[in-house]
């Protein structure tokens, strides 16, 4: 009969720790969890600041272009902001087509545009995304 009354709280005990086992887990798991969908919301942020500030690159080089045709982007930082840079990478002349290559870094996040622009008739022609430069 003794013998009967450990074995209960064995058995008890272990039930315990397995349930803790299982709680602390699921507990762990959802704060695990927040804090990556905080940090997705950060990299997402980060990539619209990154594009929406390649486009004033774009625009500022455009205006840049059009007031001083022969007009080159400098060897280091174009535009920049309290976190972020802007690149003129490289600017073609092809007639009346001018090609920006556009890099701007936003901490982690890189957008890297493409824009051909008509300098006659002062309109974009084209504007991509690129995943990298490594064709220049």
Same mark, same amino acid.
């Given at each position: 009969m003794t013998n009967r009354k450990l074995n209960s709280g064995y058995i008890a005990l272990i039930? !315990?720790?397995?349930?803790s086992f299982v709680? !602390? =887990?699921s507990i762990l798991s959802v704060s695990l969890l927040g804090y990556q969908s905080r940090s997705n919301l950060l990299d997402r942020e980060l990539k619209i600041k990154s594009f929406y500030f390649a486009l004033?690159?774009? &625009?500022?080089?455009i205006l840049r272009t059009v007031q001083s045709p022969g007009?080159?982007?400098p060897s280091s930082e174009f535009l920049s902001d309290d976190s972020v840079n802007c690149y003129v990478k490289r600017l073609g002349r092809d007639g009346q087509e001018v090609?920006?290559? $556009?890099?701007?870094?936003?901490? @982690? =996040?890189?957008?890297?545009l @493409?824009?051909?622009?008509d300098e006659v008739n002062f309109r974009? $022609?084209?504007l991509e995304e690129l =995943? &990298?430069?490594? &064709?220049?």
């Open positions: 039930a !315990t720790l397995i349930i709680l !602390t =887990s004033g690159c774009l &625009d500022q080089a007009w080159q982007p090609t920006f290559y $556009i890099q701007s870094v936003a901490r @982690k =996040s890189v957008t890297n @493409k824009a051909v622009f974009i $022609i084209s =995943s &990298d430069f490594s &064709d220049l």
